[in-house]
Antibody, heavy 119, light 107 residues
Framework: DVQLVESGGGLVQPGGSLRLSCAVS????????MSWVRQAPGKGLEWVAN????????HYVDSVKGRFTISRDNAKNTLYLQMNNLRAEDTAVYYC????????????WGQGTLVTVSS | DIQMTQSPSTLSASVGDRVTITCRAS??????LAWYQQKPGKAPNLLIY???SLETGVPSRFSGSGSGTEFTLTITSLQPDDFATYYC?????????FGQGTRLEIK
């Protein structure tokens, strides 16, 4: 079975940093584009970042460019999101998601990890 | 950026009803459109990709149609398990964007 398990969320002060992890199993991680998608409390879904299988190409939503870095360790089957200079508006549940082939839509999602940015 | 606009934002319906949710893109996205269902406290679940292709395991009462800038998700004969929030998503180009969601509630 495909599994994606996020961790690393929590409470952080504005301006602080946090690193999210997503451990995957049940599919060939190194062959798949991966993504982070977030959802602020009571709001809709917002795409955050994508990364190519080899880790050589990344894309970000404008609001996180220069602050967030998506990366992956294919040997550890783990996806990461390094979040720096966090703002209150980054408060959300962060989901990691597997992209089907190189299509752009998500066929598997993790359960999410909550990041709260507050003083 | 391509904006995705769903309508209605909220839809009240009864078990057995047929409902349609519309998603409009601010510019053509060809057939790069997916639909997801999300229940409270849970991750989204893929229903349809490439406008009308049903994901494996999704009941056939769900269907999608459209092209270019206007798309629809139709659910025939609503079941109790279908009351949830639905999102469209384009994957034509970056940035990927979602519609704001349509909450389907029991009348």
């Amino acid at each position: 079975d495909v599994q994606l398990v996020e961790s690393g969320g929590g409470l952080v002060q504005p301006g602080g940093s946090l690193r999210l992890s997503c451990a995957v199993s049940g599919f060939t991680f190194s062959s798949n584009w991966m993504s982070w998608v977030r959802q602020a409390p009571g709001k809709g879904l917002e795409w955050v970042a994508n990364i190519k299988p080899e880790g050589s190409e990344m894309h970000y939503v404008d609001s996180v460019k220069g602050r967030f870095t998506i990366s992956r360790d294919n040997a550890k089957n783990t996806l990461y999101l390094q979040m720096n200079n966090l703002r209150a508006e980054d408060t959300a549940v962060y989901y990691c998601a597997k992209i089907y082939s190189s299509s752009g839509y998500y066929d598997y999602w993790g359960q999410g990890t909550l990041v709260t940015v507050s003083s | 950026d391509i904006q995705m606009t769903q309508s209605p934002s909220t839809l009240s319906a009864s078990v057995g009803d047929r409902v349609t949710i519309t998603c409009r893109a601010s510019q053509s996205i060809s057939t790069y459109l997916a639909w997801y269902q999300q229940k409270p406290g849970k991750a989204p679940n893929l229903l349809i990709y490439k406008v009308s292709s049903l994901e494996t395991g999704v009941p056939s009462r769900f269907s999608g149609s459209g092209s270019g800038t206007e798309f629809t998700l139709t659910i025939t004969s609503l079941q109790p398990d279908d009351f949830a929030t639905y999102y469209c998503q384009h994957y034509n180009s970056y940035p990927i964007t979602f519609g704001q969601g349509t909450r389907l509630e029991i009348k």
